[in-house]
Nanobody, 126 residues
């Protein structure tokens, strides 16, 4: 499985960015996909996720109401629309896939992720 992330960059506080994660290599009807982020000196943390078959979405409290995760079935792509960005959103964002999202509680911890994409840097200036 390959996850190709794109869309990071520089934004001002209050601005918006959209991240994309294109998945390939297997059928994705039964996976959960999402985004984690890691700021300098901090642990990687869950940001948002979606379980492909159900379409149910999950968000970290810190991004609820500002970030929206969505999927395009035809393109096997997950998007993270980030609005009202804050400097504390600055981090490397990682696309992730969980091959067993219906066998345990969701969202997953980092050690429950089966596939990781390369990170994409998001920098929010104040």
């Amino acid at each position: 499985v390959q996850l190709q992330a794109s869309g990071g960059g520089l934004a001002q506080a209050g601005g918006s960015l959209r991240l994309s994660c294109a998945a390939s290599g297997r059928a994705f009807s039964n996976v959960g996909m999402g985004w984690f982020r890691q700021a300098p000196g901090k642990e990687r943390e869950f940001v948002a996720g979606i379980r492909w078959s159900y379409g149910d979405t999950y968000y970290a409290d810190s991004v609820k109401g500002r970030f929206t995760i969505s999927r395009d079935n035809a393109k096997n792509t997950v998007y993270l629309q980030m609005n009202s960005l804050k400097p504390e959103d600055t981090a490397v964002y990682y696309c992730a896939a969980d091959a067993s999202p219906y066998t345990r509680r969701w969202p997953p911890n980092t050690n429950e992720i089966d596939y990781w994409g390369q990170g994409t840097l998001v920098t929010v200036s104040s």
